[in-house]
């Protein structure tokens, strides 16, 4: 029985073998050739990388750009803070620890951490902050990562380490120029120069030192030369030689083996991109770096532009990612300062969006990372505590949100691909909105009471000073009326008194009446004095204390001392004060005149540390008992030191009296 049925299965296994080798091919297909007409700064990439997120890294001759699937947004030297990178012209591009981006430039090193905003700028001509790098070969700085996050920097012949923020050099510098570095994933570094090709363990300790490979080794018939370096998904090290257009593996070990015999996917895939770039007449193609995705997509860094080249295979199934969407950038519009803020986020690190009072606008993007169609995959969110549930699958990849109330509510994203699978993962993010306290309705409350208090206030207040002022003038015109009305009734009954008197009495009635009309009049003009405001100023109330002396002291040849120290003359005063300070002065001043015999008199108006003082003091012979005293004149300067809000004490002495009053600025 099984030698009849050998014939058939020994067919059967030839027609699978058959089927197998003409069904598992891969082949590849150029997609799109993303130019400065797609949006990118420059056609010249060097170096290209991917996130764990899915966000594609380029470094151009002008800046980097970050690729989302539908824009490139570029960083370089014009971009604002935090993330303007030092120089344009980017020559590498690497993803350290913790998200950190380290970005070579011909003007140094960059680490950016694009989702909390910080920048830091290394080895440049004004920070050299590595040595033994020299700031006269900035131009050369090369940079690689390494699997454990280390990374290691190549400057002309300089080859160090950075670990955790120690730089460490290994080997003496060389005299070539290392043109391409790179590790795989064993943390070994392989450093290629214009003469040779070098490996160096995680330590430092040199693996090999290959020189320039001839024809010979190989069986070529022109001189074989490396013009770059490669590392795959597979860990595979691979050397291109642009000038016979072959490629060779090398092991850590300095081993190397001709991929032409072995029919390595790489080369094939670089023969392809040839092909298919020169029916577009394009020639000198360059290829300097590249990128494999989980999408079965292959990133190509050129001379001609972003190359995006589609895998097809019979025995590899690219399998979506389980988490392949994700907020990863959002903008607020801050009305106080008319700035529309963009903030990446780090979808491993999620973090509340919190909008303030005065954040009125909320635009999110988002995004998912199978970039094979990406304008054909679709998106569904919902803003919980917002929406009522979620919204159809459409291709938009932003939302904005305006004015939102106050209150916390959780964004959640899902979307399906290019082929409509939806995936299952839905991404979440809370937002934090704060309102000011004028859209709460007991705010409004309290804030429409203060108002109505307010006004009642400023009414009672008004009301109170419209009192207090018209007590004021009542007071002054019911002491003017007193006065002057005490007066003439005195000048009138001495009038006529004087009828019936004789000489003698007469010529001593005629005194008296002069004596009170002229403090009649001398009562008037103080009162006029006070409440013109042309007179406002302080410099007017010394004028009229300085008349008040030549007038009482001076003429009777008494020593007088007047001291202004540290007083504003031009500063404005009040009517109520100036006649205050006025009948104060001239009742301090007459009282030396009428109770002593003076020897001098000092008089000190001074600024002090927190008010003024007045000092009045005087030295005298003896008293005299030419008119009584009353004591209402001490009494009536206390009143109005008072009423101005200062203290005033009296000082007497055997030979002297001295009235001292201060004032303090509450």
């Given at each position: ?332 519009y801050d009305s106080s300062s008319g700035e529309l803020k963009s903030i990446f986020l780090d979808p491993n690190n999620v973090k509340p969006i919190h909008l303030s009072p005065k954040e009125l606008y909320l635009e999110i993007q988002f995004i998912n990372s199978n970039y094979s169609s990406p304008l054909k995959n679709k998106f569904s969110h919902y803003l919980e505590g917002f929406e009522k549930d979620w919204l159809p699958f459409n291709t938009i ?116 009446i002069q004596k009170i009309s002229s403090q009649a009049i001398e009562h008037v003009e103080d009162v006029i004095w006070s409440i013109d405001k042309s007179y406002s100023k302080s410099e007017n109330l010394y004028f009229k204390m300085e008349d008040y002396l030549d007038d009482l002291l001076r003429a009777k040849n008494i020593p007088v001392e007047f001291t202004w120290q540290g007083l504003d003359k031009n500063k404005e005063l009040g009517f109520v ?90």
């Open positions: 029985m099984l030698k009849q049925s050998l014939p058939y299965l020994l067919s059967f296994l030839f027609l699978f073998s058959s089927y197998t080798s003409t069904n598992c091919q891969t082949s590849y297909k150029l997609v799109h050739i993303y130019t400065d007409n797609d949006g990118l700064s420059s056609n010249i990439i060097k170096s290209i990388t991917r996130y764990n997120i899915g966000l594609l890294l380029i470094g151009t001759h002008n800046g980097v750009h970050i690729y989302d699937g539908y824009n490139f947004q570029l960083t370089n030297s014009k971009t604002p803070p935090p993330l303007t990178l030092n120089a344009d012209k980017v020559n590498s591009f690497e993803i350290g620890k913790n998200g950190y981006s380290w970005i070579g430039s011909i003007n140094g090193i960059n680490k950016i951490n694009p989702f909390n905003g910080i920048n830091k700028s290394y080895f440049n001509k004004g920070n050299l902050i590595y040595p033994p790098l020299r700031s006269d070969t900035i131009s050369n700085t090369l940079l690689a990562s390494s699997p454990s996050g280390n990374i290691w920097i190549a400057n002309n012949g300089i080859i160090c380490q950075i670990i955790n923020e120690e730089v460490k050099q290994f080997l003496p510098e060389r005299k070539d120029t290392i043109t391409k570095i790179l590790c795989d994933h064993e943390n070994n570094l392989y450093a290629l120069s214009n003469q040779s090709l070098i490996g160096l363990n995680p330590s430092g300790h040199l693996l090999f030192d290959l020189k320039e490979f001839t024809s010979p080794l190989f069986g070529l018939q022109k001189s074989s030369k490396m013009s770059n370096l490669f590392v795959t998904k597979k860990n595979e090290i691979i050397i291109e030689d642009h000038l016979n257009a072959r490629y060779f593996k090398i092991d850590s070990l300095g081993n190397i083996k001709d991929l032409t015999t072995e029919n390595h996917w790489l080369p094939i895939f670089f023969k392809e991109v040839d092909l298919q770039v020169k029916t577009d007449n394009i020639k000198n193609l360059r290829k300097f770096d590249f990128e494999e995705t989980e999408d079965g997509l292959i990133w190509v860094a050129t001379n001609i532009g972003l190359i995006k080249m589609n895998i097809t295979s019979s025995l590899e199934v690219y399998a979506p990612k389980k988490n392949p969407h994700f907020v990863f950038l959002y903008k607020k990849n932003s939302v904005n949100y305006s004015n939102l109330p106050k209150g916390e509510y959780l964004f959640k994203l899902k979307s399906k691909n290019a082929n409509g699978l939806i995936n299952d993962f839905v991404f979440e993010i809370p937002i934090i909105v704060e309102r000011s306290l004028d859209k709460d309705t007991w705010f409004k409350i309290i804030a429409f009471a203060s108002v109505l208090f307010c006004i009642a206030f400023f009414l009672s207040f008004k009301y109170l000073q419209k009192r207090k002022i018209d007590r004021l003038r009542n007071r002054m015109a019911r002491d003017l009326h007193d006065d002057v009305s005490n007066s003439l009734n005195n000048i009138r009954i001495i009038a006529k008194e004087t009828d019936n008197l004789d000489q003698v009495e007469v010529e001593s009635n005629f005194r008296r004060y100036r006649r205050n300070m006025l009948l104060i002065f001239k009742e301090a001043i007459s009282n030396i005149v009428k109770h002593t015999k003076p020897l001098d008199v000092h008089i000190l108006f001074k600024k002090t540390k927190d008010g003024y003082l007045m000092k009045i003091r005087n030295n005298f012979e003896e008293r005299i008992d030419s008119e009584k005293s009353t004591g209402k004149g001490i009494i009536g300067m206390r009143q109005r030191a008072e009423s101005m809000g200062a203290s005033i004490e009296f000082i007497e002495g055997e030979n002297s009296f001295e009235v001292l009053m201060e004032r303090k600025f509450k």
